[in-house]
């Protein structure tokens, strides 16, 4: 099974602390626990999470909706339940190293 798994980073090397507002995200697509893909998405201002949240406007889409898993350093209650609507799983992790959560 293909599993698309984003991580909030903003310079492409750590783990951001604010997945709405973070304009880099590290894309990798995962097939039976092996990275399939890794990918560097970047977003302008109007597709980070935090406006598409507040615009409300959801019939336009995101691309992060398409992940399964999103993974950061910091998130509030309200965002996953947000992006839980979409069927995503945000975890809050301490982990700074994208490459070392990804192997685990």
């Known amino acids: ?4 798994v984003a991580v909030a980073s903003q310079n492409f090397k750590t783990i951001f602390n604010h997945v709405g507002k973070c304009k880099k995200k590290l894309i990798n697509a995962t097939e039976n626990n092996d990275i399939a893909s890794k990918q560097k998405l970047s977003l302008t201002k109007e597709e980070t999470l935090h406006d598409f949240f507040q615009n409300e406007n959801h019939q336009l889409g995101n691309i992060l909706l398409e992940s399964v898993i999103m993974l950061t350093r910091g998130i509030g ?3 996953i339940q947000k992006l839980a609507k979409f069927n ?3 975890y809050k ?3 700074t190293n994208p490459d070392i959560v990804l192997e685990n």
């Not at 099974?1 to 698309?4: A, D, N, Q, S």
């Open 1 to 4: 099974m293909k599993t698309i």
């Open 77 to 79: 209650n309200g965002a």
């Open 88 to 90: 995503i799983i945000c």
């Open 93 to 95: 992790i301490e982990e």
